[in-house]
């Protein structure tokens, strides 16, 4: 897998679809200092862009009912932007792996308001920084550095993977139509003829032996 240069919000790679294994993803995230495992793990696991978790603030973190609302993002020049599309403004769900880490933040950092992701003076945290010491920590803990898309696109893997539908993916990815999920991950869903052919059956064997009973 190749490494992920990130610059803002691009990122270089020679598949701009690499991912991590959930095993290899928690093991990248909990090697990193406690300051900065929970970035890394909404980008894993809710799927936001760099811009958007530099604009996240902390009333948007819902724990309560383990929900992120989407509703800026943030771009060097301009500062706090709201979002390209429509689509852009969005809720995405907080999975158990995820809580944790942003409940640990969010004690760690004693106030509440402001940016949920920022440095202490208030100011959006640095991509640079933030990945240079990712970098630095995982090459001293022999793990391959990975960059924030990358994350965004490990996030929408284990979406599949789990089970969830496109048209669900898409709205928590932030895409302004299905369309553009199932042409960058389409790959990734369910749907050879063997595949096909075994959910059918699986389905029509629970229906008769359900109705027969």
């Known amino acids: 897998r190749p ?3 990130m610059c803002g919000e691009a990122a270089v790679s020679a598949d701009t679809d690499q991912t991590v294994a959930p095993a290899e993803a928690e093991q990248l995230i909990v090697a990193l200092q406690p300051r900065d495992r929970a970035v890394w793990a909404a980008a894993i696991y809710a799927g936001l862009r760099s811009g958007e978790l530099q604009a996240l603030t902390d009333e948007l973190v819902d724990l309560d009912t383990n929900l ?26 907080v999975p158990a792996a ?24 208030g100011r959006p945290f640095s991509n640079q920084s933030l990945s240079q010491r990712a970098t630095r920590t995982w090459r001293a803990a022999g793990l391959e550095p990975i ?11 284990l979406m599949i993977a789990a089970g969830v539908n496109a048209k669900a993916l898409s709205t928590f990815l932030g895409h302004a139509s299905v ?24 389905y029509l064997e629970r ?6 009973a």
Do not use: N
Not at 180 to 199: C, Q, V
Not at 207 to 212: A, F, Q
């Open 68 to 93: 992120i609302r989407v509703r800026w993002s943030w771009d060097p020049k301009e500062g706090r932007v709201a979002p390209k599309s429509r689509s852009g403004r969005r809720t995405v769900p």
């Open 207 to 212: 229906s008769v032996g359900g109705g027969s």
């Open 3 to 5: 490494l992920m240069l």
């Open 147 to 157: 960059g924030l898309h990358e994350c965004r696109h490990t996030f929408a893997s």
């Open 98 to 121: 995820l809580r944790k880490h942003l409940l640990e933040h969010r004690l760690a950092r004693g106030r509440r308001g402001g940016l949920f992701f920022g440095r202490p003076d």
């Open 179 to 202: 369309t553009i999920t199932l042409d960058r991950y389409g790959h990734l869903f369910p749907g050879s003829e063997k595949e096909a052919a075994g959910l059918l059956d699986s």
